[in-house]
C-alpha cells in the first residue's frame, strides 16, 4: 500500500532556530516528491518537487533533501520567522495506476516569538 | 486573481441535505482534482478529470458522491444526502499535463463543510 508518513506530528520552535521534518514514503513507482505547506484554513502550497536524481533543492530558507534508496526526504526550514507557522506536507507521485497524489499527515509547525 | 477558485468557502448544512461545491481552474489546465482533508490529516484523493473525462475515482467516493466537468472547465462535487461523517475541507486543484511531463498542482482555497 503507498504511504507517506511524517514526523514529527508537531513541532514548537522559537523564532530565528532552525528546524528539520522527516518524511518517509512506500510509494512505488517514485516519480517524485513534494514539499506543501499549508496555512490554517488554506490549500496547500508546493515548496520543492525533486525527482529520484535530485538530492537537494532550495527554495529560499526552505532546504529539502531527498534519499531515492532509502526512500527518505527532509525538510529543513532556516532561521524560522513566525509567518512559517504552517502545517507542512510531504507529498509522494508516481503510485501505479495513479496520476494522483500521495499525502503525508503534515507536521504541524508553530513558531512562537 | 488567476488562480484556481472554489465556491463557496464554507457550508453549514443538516444531515440528509445536498450539497453541491464548485471548482473554476487556471484556465489553460486541463487537469482537475478534487481531495478531502479532515483535521489534522493530509489530503486524501477523492477523483480526477482529464479535460471533461473522469479519469479515476478514489474508493472514498460512494454512491452520495458525484462529480461533474461537463466542458472541461470548471466542475463541481455534489454530495447527496449528506452525513456528519462527511464534514471536512474539500480541496480542488487543478494542473497542466503533457505526455512525459512533470506536472505542478495547484491547490484553490477549499470548500469548508460541515454537516450538522
Known amino acids: 500500500k503507498n504511504q507517506v508518513e511524517q514526523s514529527p506530528q508537531s513541532l514548537i520552535i522559537l523564532e530565528g532556530k532552525n528546524c528539520t521534518l522527516q518524511?518517509?514514503?512506500?510509494?512505488?513507482?517514485?516519480?517524485?516528491l513534494r514539499w506543501y505547506k499549508q496555512d490554517t484554513g488554506r490549500g496547500p502550497v508546493s515548496l520543492t518537487i525533486m525527482t529520484f536524481s535530485e538530492n537537494t533543492k532550495s527554495n529560499g530558507r526552505y532546504t529539502a533533501t531527498l534519499d531515492a534508496d532509502t526512500k527518505q526526504s527532509s525538510l529543513h526550514i532556516t532561521a524560522s520567522q513566525l509567518s512559517d507557522s504552517a502545517s507542512y506536507i510531504c507529498v509522494v507521485s508516481g503510485g501505479e495506476g495513479r496520476r494522483a497524489l500521495t499525502f503525508g499527515s503534515g507536521t504541524r509547525l508553530q513558531v512562537q516569538p | 486573481d488567476t488562480g484556481v477558485s472554489q465556491d463557496p468557502r464554507h457550508k453549514i448544512t443538516k444531515r440528509g441535505q445536498n450539497v453541491t461545491f464548485r471548482c473554476d481552474p487556471i484556465?489553460?489546465?486541463?487537469?482537475l482534482y478534487w481531495y478531502r482533508q479532515t483535521l489534522g490529516q493530509g489530503p486524501e484523493f477523492l477523483t480526477y478529470?482529464?479535460?471533461?473525462?473522469?479519469?479515476?475515482k478514489s474508493r472514498l467516493l460512494s454512491d452520495r458522491f458525484s462529480a461533474e466537468r461537463p466542458k472541461g472547465s470548471f466542475s463541481t462535487l455534489e454530495i447527496q444526502r449528506t452525513e456528519q461523517g462527511d464534514s471536512a475541507m474539500y480541496l480542488c486543484?487543478?494542473?497542466?499535463?503533457?505526455?512525459?511531463?512533470?506536472?505542478?498542482?495547484?491547490f484553490g482555497p477549499g470548500t469548508r463543510l460541515t454537516v450538522t
Open positions: 484556465s489553460e489546465h486541463n487537469r
Open positions: 518524511c518517509n514514503y512506500t510509494v512505488s513507482p517514485f516519480s517524485n
Open positions: 478529470f482529464q479535460n471533461e473525462a473522469q479519469l479515476e
Open positions: 486543484a487543478s494542473s497542466f499535463s503533457s505526455t512525459g511531463g512533470f506536472y505542478e498542482q495547484y
